[in-house]
Protein backbone atom coordinates (compact mmCIF):
# COMPACT_ATOMS: atom_id res chain seq x y z
CA UNK A 1 0.00 0.00 0.00
CA UNK A 2 2.76 2.28 0.99
CA UNK A 3 4.51 1.61 -2.83
CA UNK A 4 0.96 2.27 -4.36
CA UNK A 5 0.41 5.52 -2.21
CA UNK A 6 4.11 6.85 -3.27
CA UNK A 7 3.46 5.82 -7.01
CA UNK A 8 -0.13 7.98 -7.07
CA UNK A 9 1.69 10.63 -5.56
CA UNK A 10 4.40 10.48 -8.00
CA UNK A 11 2.09 10.21 -10.81
CA UNK A 12 0.40 13.23 -9.65
CA UNK A 13 3.46 15.24 -8.99
CA UNK A 14 4.40 14.60 -12.67
CA UNK A 15 1.09 15.22 -13.87
CA UNK A 16 1.10 18.70 -12.17
CA UNK A 17 4.83 19.38 -13.49
CA UNK A 18 3.43 18.77 -17.28
CA UNK A 19 0.31 20.96 -16.39
CA UNK A 20 2.89 23.57 -15.10
CA UNK A 21 5.15 23.34 -18.29
CA UNK A 22 2.15 23.39 -20.30
CA UNK A 23 0.98 26.75 -18.63
CA UNK A 24 4.23 28.61 -19.23
CA UNK A 25 3.55 27.37 -22.70
CA UNK A 26 0.75 28.56 -23.47
CA UNK A 27 1.46 31.84 -21.36
CA UNK A 28 4.48 32.48 -23.79
CA UNK A 29 2.53 31.38 -26.56
CA UNK A 30 0.04 34.19 -25.76
CA UNK A 31 2.60 36.84 -24.79
CA UNK A 32 3.68 35.83 -28.45
CA UNK A 33 0.32 36.83 -30.34
CA UNK A 34 -0.45 39.74 -28.09
CA UNK A 35 2.97 41.37 -29.00
CA UNK A 36 2.62 40.67 -32.37
CA UNK A 37 -1.10 41.89 -32.51
CA UNK A 38 0.28 45.43 -30.13
CA UNK A 39 2.92 45.49 -33.27
CA UNK A 40 0.80 45.47 -36.26
CA UNK A 41 -1.55 47.75 -34.63
CA UNK A 42 0.69 50.24 -33.35
CA UNK A 43 2.33 49.88 -37.17
CA UNK A 44 -1.40 50.38 -39.02
CA UNK A 45 -1.97 53.42 -36.80
CA UNK A 46 1.67 54.97 -38.24
CA UNK A 47 2.56 55.33 -34.27
CA UNK A 48 7.01 55.99 -34.11
CA UNK A 49 9.10 54.34 -32.37
CA UNK A 50 10.70 56.15 -29.33
CA UNK A 51 14.40 55.95 -31.18
CA UNK A 52 12.67 58.10 -34.01
CA UNK A 53 10.95 60.29 -31.14
CA UNK A 54 14.04 61.20 -29.61
CA UNK A 55 16.23 61.75 -33.19
CA UNK A 56 13.93 64.04 -34.52
CA UNK A 57 13.65 65.74 -30.56
CA UNK A 58 17.18 65.92 -30.55
CA UNK A 59 17.40 67.91 -34.35
CA UNK A 60 15.05 70.00 -33.42
CA UNK A 61 16.46 71.27 -29.96
CA UNK A 62 19.73 72.09 -32.36
CA UNK A 63 17.30 73.65 -34.91
CA UNK A 64 16.37 76.55 -31.98
CA UNK A 65 19.46 76.57 -31.06
CA UNK A 66 21.05 77.49 -34.56
CA UNK A 67 18.29 79.72 -35.42
CA UNK A 68 18.70 81.85 -31.78
CA UNK A 69 22.26 81.69 -32.99
CA UNK A 70 21.70 83.26 -36.35
CA UNK A 71 19.02 85.38 -34.86
CA UNK A 72 21.36 87.06 -32.47
CA UNK A 73 23.79 87.60 -35.32
CA UNK A 74 20.96 89.43 -37.68
CA UNK A 75 20.74 91.72 -34.62
CA UNK A 76 24.21 91.90 -34.49
CA UNK A 77 24.74 93.20 -38.09
CA UNK A 78 21.39 94.99 -38.17
CA UNK A 79 22.98 97.36 -35.20
CA UNK A 80 26.26 97.37 -36.94
CA UNK A 81 25.12 98.14 -40.39
CA UNK A 82 22.85 100.94 -38.56
CA UNK A 83 25.75 102.62 -37.06
CA UNK A 84 27.08 102.41 -40.55
CA UNK A 85 24.65 104.27 -41.87
CA UNK A 86 23.87 106.91 -39.28
CA UNK A 87 27.55 107.58 -38.94
CA UNK A 88 28.17 107.96 -43.27
CA UNK A 89 24.51 109.59 -42.99
CA UNK A 90 25.59 112.36 -40.52
CA UNK A 91 29.11 112.97 -42.27
CA UNK A 92 27.34 113.84 -45.46
CA UNK A 93 25.06 116.37 -43.58
CA UNK A 94 27.91 118.40 -42.58
CA UNK A 95 29.47 119.72 -44.88
CA UNK A 96 32.51 122.31 -43.73
CA UNK A 97 31.60 124.67 -46.02
CA UNK A 98 27.90 125.54 -44.83
Do not use: W, Y
Not at 29 to 58: H, P
Not at 85 to 96: L, Q
Amino acid sequence: MVQTTNRFFDDVARLMNDAAGVAQGVRREFETLFRSQAERILRDLDVVQREEFEAVKDMARLAREENEALKARVAALEAALAKSMNSSHASETTSPFA
